[in-house]
């Protein structure tokens, strides 16, 4: 009978372990060992097909800034990253990532956004878990994208003069600070009373209804405003500044988001402005500016 009950004690005690065995399983199942991608940037590439409007070769200027990934595995969201970045995909097989570049709009920081005018990329690959696969997403305009310059401040442009107002002028050869060849320049001095600028662009634009974005690179000593003046038939608004920038002494590219203003302001056309001030106890300083267009479908 002892060794019955000893028998039925162990067996007992055997299938309880054995349960809780498999409880443990259930509560704290094997994780999945990801596979890792390294992204540096985007590399950005010309659409012939795109129509580059008041450019005296035909190209634009092929500056961009793309500071963020939107990933998605499969068609199911991996994340939001900033770039450069290493991330993991739970990944069976073989799979696909499709990769858009995103933007900061407005320099604001927290306002992120997917460029809407460029292509996503997309990148098959076999998992590789525990390990790390190193890609260059690759991206273009849209080929119904319009691009249309405002000015990019070359001597042989034919379509703008230079900004009027306390504009200064542009630089009058390449140097070391040129981006691709020359750009706008406009000065501050306190000691010359000259302690803010406001400053428009001479010819007026359209801006069609939908998605639009004021481009331009800037590098500047000083915070500056820019804005835009909607012109109707008769009348034109007052100036809207819509966004302020710090100062930056490296080449930057800035993303104006302007559909929102458009959608109230509907003018027949636009003029963009641009206000430069000297900081307080700041006596010089100057912003120079490059390549400033408006990208629209």
């Given at each position: 009978?002892?060794?019955?009950?000893?028998?039925?004690?162990?067996?007992?005690?055997?299938?309880?372990?054995?349960?809780?065995?498999?409880?443990?399983?259930?509560?704290?199942?094997?994780?999945?060992?990801?596979?890792?991608?390294?992204?540096?940037?985007?590399?950005?590439?010309?659409?012939?097909?795109?129509?580059?409007?008041?450019?005296?070769?035909?190209?634009?200027?092929?500056?961009?800034?793309?500071?963020?990934?939107?990933?998605?595995?499969?068609?199911?969201?991996?994340?939001?990253?900033?770039?450069?970045?290493?991330?993991?995909?739970?990944?069976?097989?073989?799979?696909?990532?499709?990769?858009?570049?995103?933007?900061?709009?407005?320099?604001?920081?927290?306002?992120v956004i997917?460029?809407?005018?460029?292509?996503?990329?997309?990148?098959?690959?076999?998992?590789?878990?525990?390990?790390?696969?190193?890609?260059?997403?690759?991206?273009?305009?849209?080929?119904?994208?319009?691009?249309?310059?405002?000015?990019?401040?070359?001597?042989?442009?034919?379509?703008?003069?230079?900004?009027?107002?306390?504009?200064?002028?542009?630089?009058?050869?390449?140097?070391?600070?040129?981006?691709?060849?020359?750009?706008?320049?406009?000065?501050?001095?306190?000691?010359?009373?000259?302690?803010?600028?406001?400053?428009?662009?001479?010819?007026?634009?359209?801006?069609?209804?939908?998605?639009?974005?004021?481009?331009?690179?800037?590098?500047?000593?000083?915070?500056?405003?820019?804005?835009?003046?909607?012109?109707?038939?008769?009348?034109?608004?007052?100036?809207?500044?819509?966004?302020?920038?710090?100062?930056?002494?490296?080449?930057?590219?800035?993303?104006?988001e302007v559909?929102?203003?458009?959608?109230?302001?509907?003018?027949?056309?636009?003029?963009?402005?641009?206000?430069?001030?000297?900081?307080?106890?700041?006596?010089?300083?100057?912003?120079l500016i490059?390549?400033?267009?408006?990208?629209?479908?």
């Amino acid at each position: 009978m002892w060794n019955t009950n000893t028998r039925l004690k162990t067996l007992l005690l055997f299938l309880g372990c054995s349960l809780c065995w498999q409880a443990c399983n259930v509560i704290n199942p094997a994780e999945p060992v990801p596979t890792y991608i390294h992204i540096d940037s985007f590399h950005f590439v010309q659409n012939s097909a795109v129509l580059y409007q008041n450019y005296t070769n035909l190209v634009a200027p092929a500056t961009h800034q793309t500071q963020v990934a939107y990933v998605y595995y499969n068609n199911s969201p991996v994340g939001i990253f900033d770039l450069p970045a290493t991330f993991p995909v739970i990944a069976n097989g073989t799979g696909q990532l499709e990769i858009s570049a995103g933007i900061i709009a407005n320099g604001q920081n927290n306002d992120v956004i997917n460029y809407p005018f460029y292509t996503v990329d997309t990148f098959s690959f076999v998992a590789q878990p525990g390990h790390t696969i190193n890609h260059i997403p690759q991206t273009e305009f849209f080929s119904d994208v319009k691009v249309t310059s405002i000015s990019d401040f070359d001597e042989s442009h034919t379509y703008f003069l230079p900004w009027q107002g306390t504009y200064v002028g542009f630089s009058t050869q390449e140097d070391s600070l040129s981006i691709d060849g020359h750009y706008g320049v406009l000065k501050l001095n306190a000691a010359a009373s000259i302690d803010s600028a406001v400053d428009s662009s001479y010819p007026s634009f359209v801006i069609p209804a939908g998605q639009a974005f004021v481009e331009f690179d800037y590098y500047s000593t000083v915070p500056f405003y820019v804005g835009l003046q909607g012109n109707a038939s008769i009348i034109s608004t007052a100036p809207t500044y819509l966004s302020g920038i710090y100062p930056n002494t490296g080449w930057q590219k800035f993303y104006l988001e302007v559909d929102g203003f458009t959608s109230e302001v509907q003018g027949t056309s636009y003029n963009l402005y641009i206000k430069a001030v000297l900081s307080p106890g700041q006596t010089t300083g100057r912003l120079l500016i490059d390549n400033i267009q408006v990208v629209t479908f």
